[in-house]
């Protein structure tokens, strides 16, 4: 199981998005080293692969599994996560911004917290340039993922979850 993101079948987490609207996602199933998720915003469901203590996010296109979170995480650590959105080759750079933290979200203070910075890039012509966009994600030991914030002001607190 992973520490900063407990995948098990029934676990569940709802999440407040800045305009007061609400999802949920939730682990539907587990096979081998294959969890299937479900956000309650999309109609279809996505893949996680955990491997050790790694877990590897399906990123856009079917099987493109990247590095997303692992349980080991050092300050300062970098990883790039590549992907193809409309066409564009793009990645996510990772940066391990802070470990160990207290995060306070909706009220309650979560302890133990990593949080992650993804800068997102578009390769063009063999060069990765920057689009200025980064998002935040804060992950508590034991919890999972408390909050999601970026550079253009979303927001996506935890409000409740459910583990088994």
């Known amino acids: ?4 993101y407990p995948l098990a079948p029934g676990n569940s987490w709802a999440y407040k998005q800045k305009d007061d609207s609400t999802y949920t996602n939730a682990v539907v199933s587990i096979s081998g080293n294959m969890v299937t ?10 893949r996680v ?6 877990m590897y996010n399906e990123m856009v296109d079917k099987d493109n599994f990247q590095l997303w979170l692992k349980d080991d995480l050092q300050q300062g650590e970098t ?7 409309n066409g564009l080759n793009s990645i996510m750079a990772f940066t391990v911004k802070e470990i160990g933290i207290h995060k306070e979200v909706e009220g309650k203070t979560y302890s133990d917290v990593v949080m992650l910075e993804a800068e997102s890039k ?3 012509n063999g060069n990765l340039i920057s689009t200025q966009f980064f998002t935040q994600y804060y992950y508590a030991n034991g919890v999972g993922l408390i909050l999601t914030t970026s550079s253009l002001g979303d927001e996506h607190a935890l409000l409740r979850f459910e583990l088994h």
Do not use: L, R
């Open 49 to 54: 692969k955990i491997e050790g203590h790694t």
């Open 1 to 4: 199981m992973m520490q900063y």
């Open 122 to 124: 578009i390769n063009m």
């Open 79 to 85: 990883w790039d996560a590549p992907f193809t959105a």
């Open 37 to 46: 998720m479900q956000n309650s915003t999309v109609p279809t469901p996505s």
